[in-house]
């Protein structure tokens, strides 16, 4: 089942996923039909995603049904079922992320296991935060070779995404994990061209960093980049992403992680050094219209996020 594809009897939803969590963590055992009944009235369940939404996270792996046929967590969920939805969000975008639900990621006649969202996902972050407010109607003739035929990657043979419907899912969907943020200056903008979005996945990022390292670590610039984009794979230059970073410049990282960073650092969650004897650097790539803008950075220092 496509992720995006939503319609009756097959709408996917992080927040209904969320209150599927949130209920089965405070519950010894539940089957499916328990469970649908108390999130949701039964004269709801096949229009508010309920069911379509259940079933995608027995699919992906998140969920199982054990030999009584009650649900358990699985997967990325087995070891630590989130308490919080920050926890919950890392939780599935790992799920989501993982090189097992990514088979066929550029094969587009796949759609099981989210893994249209995740192209769509790979389309956008390839794309420079700096420049483009991205609708279904610029993703056309912006995200394109040819206008109006849909966003599409070199190395993929098709769209990424195929409609305006499919686009304003993912849009939704790019948000919640924390890979985009919406844009909503205009009261007109979604019914002309569709919701709108800019590629940022800034809070995605914050949250990586804040499980891989403690406040006041200092890291390599060369090792802290490599981290997050092991941790967040569908990063340009990331395993699973067919886009990469600058190829003129060897040690450049993506325009898109060059922004989260800064955004991180503009919130003291890091910091940047270029210290002169570092054995290793890189460069952040600040492109803006064409035009190469670069800050070389030999060490990043973990703070601590500023409320707000």
Same mark, same amino acid.
């Given at each position: 089942?496509?992720?995006?594809?939503?319609?009756?009897?097959?709408?996917?939803?992080?927040?209904?996923?969320?209150?599927?969590?949130?209920?089965?963590?405070?519950?010894?055992?539940?089957?499916?039909?328990?469970?649908?009944?108390?999130?949701?009235?039964?004269?709801?369940?096949?229009?508010?995603?309920?069911?379509?939404?259940?079933?995608?996270?027995?699919?992906?792996?998140?969920?199982?049904?054990?030999?009584?046929?009650?649900?358990?967590?699985?997967?990325?969920?087995?070891?630590?079922?989130?308490?919080?939805?920050?926890?919950?969000?890392?939780?599935?975008?790992?799920?989501?992320?993982?090189?097992?639900?990514?088979?066929?990621?550029?094969?587009?006649?796949?759609?099981?296991?989210?893994?249209?969202?995740?192209?769509?996902?790979?389309?956008?972050?390839?794309?420079?935060?700096?420049?483009?407010?991205?609708?279904?109607?610029?993703?056309?003739?912006?995200?394109?070779?040819?206008?109006?035929?849909?966003?599409?990657?070199?190395?993929?043979?098709?769209?990424?995404?195929?409609?305006?419907?499919?686009?304003?899912?993912? %849009?939704? @969907? #790019?948000?919640?994990?924390?890979? /985009?943020?919406?844009?909503?200056? *205009?009261?007109? !903008?979604?019914? &002309?061209?569709?919701?709108?979005?800019?590629?940022?996945?800034?809070?995605?990022?914050?949250?990586?960093?804040? %499980?891989? @390292? #403690?406040?006041?670590?200092?890291? /390599?610039?060369?090792?802290?980049? *490599?981290?997050? !984009?092991?941790? &967040?794979?569908?990063?340009?230059?990331?395993?699973?992403?067919?886009?990469?970073?600058?190829?003129?410049?060897?040690?450049?990282?993506?325009?898109?992680?060059?922004? /989260?960073?800064?955004?991180?650092?503009?919130?003291? !969650?890091?910091?940047?050094?270029?210290?002169?004897?570092?054995?290793?650097?890189?460069?952040?790539?600040?492109?803006?219209?064409?035009?190469?803008?670069?800050?070389?950075?030999?060490?990043?220092?973990?703070?601590?996020?500023?409320?707000?």
């Amino acid at each position: 089942m496509a992720m995006l594809n939503a319609g009756v009897g097959q709408l996917v939803l992080p927040e209904i996923m969320w209150a599927i969590t949130r209920y089965l963590s405070g519950t010894q055992s539940c089957s499916r039909e328990q469970l649908l009944e108390r999130i949701s009235p039964a004269s709801l369940q096949m229009r508010d995603g309920s069911q379509s939404t259940l079933q995608w996270m027995v699919g992906l792996g998140l969920l199982v049904d054990d030999e009584k046929g009650a649900l358990r967590f699985s997967g990325a969920f087995a070891e630590a079922p989130p308490k919080t939805e920050t926890a919950f969000k890392r939780g599935l975008r790992l799920a989501l992320l993982s090189d097992r639900a990514n088979e066929g990621l550029l094969d587009v006649s796949v759609q099981e296991r989210g893994v249209d969202l995740v192209r769509g996902l790979c389309w956008l972050l390839a794309q420079s935060p700096l420049d483009t407010v991205w609708t279904w109607e610029t993703a056309q003739s912006r995200g394109a070779p040819d206008r109006g035929t849909g966003p599409t990657l070199r190395g993929v043979d098709g769209r990424m995404i195929v409609n305006d419907n499919r686009w304003n899912m993912f %849009v939704h @969907w #790019a948000q919640y994990l924390g890979f /985009a943020e919406r844009w909503t200056v *205009g009261r007109g !903008l979604r019914s &002309i061209s569709g919701a709108g979005l800019i590629s940022n996945p800034a809070r995605a990022v914050a949250d990586a960093i804040a %499980v891989l @390292w #403690a406040p006041g670590t200092e890291v /390599a610039a060369t090792d802290f980049c *490599g981290q997050i !984009l092991a941790f &967040i794979p569908v990063l340009p230059g990331g395993r699973i992403s067919p886009a990469s970073g600058r190829v003129d410049e060897a040690s450049a990282v993506s325009i898109t992680l060059s922004y /989260a960073m800064l955004v991180n650092s503009m919130g003291s !969650l890091i910091s940047f050094t270029d210290k002169s004897d570092a054995g290793s650097s890189v460069l952040l790539d600040f492109e803006r219209r064409g035009t190469p803008s670069f800050r070389r950075i030999s060490s990043v220092s973990i703070g601590k996020a500023s409320n707000g």
